[in-house]
């Protein structure tokens, strides 16, 4: 029997648990434009391991993790409490993230996709498909969707689904 607690657990990524990184930890949310199979999310997950182990800001190590979410949701953190994420090495994961797209055929850097609770599974559309889904009533006012920008693990953790009537998407649809 699924219980709330494993429900609340399946909505969050991993990164949100992990003792490394502390609770002030920068984070960036990317949403891939369509699920990556199996063998893609191994893949994808071993080359944001090496990334993350070799990912610098003016040649200091950063405390940093990646993960794939559900088959379609990038996570990376860095705790800056050792080394800043400055400008040079954000591009350095868009620059990473842009060659991943290109290697495995997925955009992972469209701004316009939103993330949102169906049946316990996260979902991700354009912004076309997701006017559609909310026309339909597929998607409700009171449906979950994740805030994309979401900034930290505390917030990851706290502010991270967030009912469409409460969340910055709805400046976007018309909600009725």
């Known amino acids: 029997m699924t219980t709330a607690t494993d429900i609340a657990q399946n909505l969050l990524p991993r990164i949100a648990f992990d003792p490394a990184l502390g609770p002030d930890s920068r984070l960036w949310?990317?949403?891939?434009?369509?699920?990556?199979?199996?063998?893609?999310?191994?893949?994808?997950?071993?080359?944001?391991?090496?990334?993350?182990?070799q990912w610098t800001?003016?040649?200091?190590?950063?405390?940093?993790?990646?993960?794939?979410?559900q088959n379609?949701?990038?996570?990376?953190a860095v705790d800056e409490s050792q080394a800043d994420a400055t400008g040079c090495s954000i591009d350095k994961s868009v620059h990473f993230l842009e060659t991943l797209g290109a290697q495995t055929g997925v955009d992972f850097l469209e701004k316009m996709r939103f993330a949102w609770l169906d049946n316990e599974q996260w979902k991700v559309s354009s912004r076309q498909e997701f006017a559609q889904f909310l026309q339909e009533g597929r998607i409700t006012p009171q449906t979950l969707v994740a805030n994309t920008l979401v900034a930290t693990k505390s917030d990851l953790a706290h502010k991270w689904a967030?009912?469409?009537?409460q969340s910055w998407h709805r400046r976007l649809f018309s909600l009725s």
């Open 29 to 53: 949310i990317f949403l891939a434009e369509r699920p990556l199979d199996s063998t893609e999310t191994a893949e994808v997950q071993a080359a944001l391991d090496v990334f993350t182990r």
């Open 162 to 165: 967030t009912p469409l009537e």
């Open 57 to 69: 800001a003016h040649n200091q190590a950063l405390l940093a993790r990646g993960e794939v979410f």
């Open 72 to 76: 379609q949701i990038i996570v990376l």
